[in-house]
Nanobody, 123 residues
Framework: QVQLVESGGGLVQAGGSLRLSCAAS????????LGWFRQAPGKEREFVAA???????DYADSVKGRFTISRDNAKNTVYLQISSLKSEDTAVYYC?????????????????WGKGTLVTVSS
């Protein structure tokens, strides 16, 4: 089992920045890709970013250039730095872990989910 606990969500003005954190515990994480998904009200959960143990990354086209995913393997923590926030970034952000080596994720392939953290962007 892998437990994932997100933090860092909140209310932020458009154009601002935010850093989300996800602390992972449980199994050895060297074989897991860690990543982030988000779900806006009334929409399906969508992939945001992923990072492998070695540091390879993948991003959704909609967030490239504004979101940066990073990982501290010593702390078993993955981060999502979000900048130039837009109202359409308002969503619950979920941390995810997938037993694979290549940094790509789909919601159907995720093995473990966190409970999510809400990000609200005010205009």
């Amino acid at each position: 089992q892998v437990q994932l606990v997100e933090s860092g969500g909140g209310l932020v003005q458009a154009g601002g920045s935010l850093r989300l954190s996800c602390a992972a515990s449980g199994r050895t994480l060297s074989s897991y890709v860690l990543g982030w998904f988000r779900q806006a009200p009334g929409k399906e959960r969508e992939f945001v970013a992923a990072i492998s143990w070695s540091g390879s990354t993948d991003y959704a086209d909609s967030v490239k250039g504004r979101f940066t995913i990073s990982r501290d393997n010593a702390k078993n923590t993955v981060y999502l730095q979000i900048s130039s926030l837009k109202s359409e970034d308002t969503a619950v952000y979920y941390c995810a872990a997938d037993f694979r080596l290549i940094a790509t994720m789909t919601s159907s392939g995720v093995d473990y989910w966190g409970k999510g953290t809400l990000v609200t962007v005010s205009s």
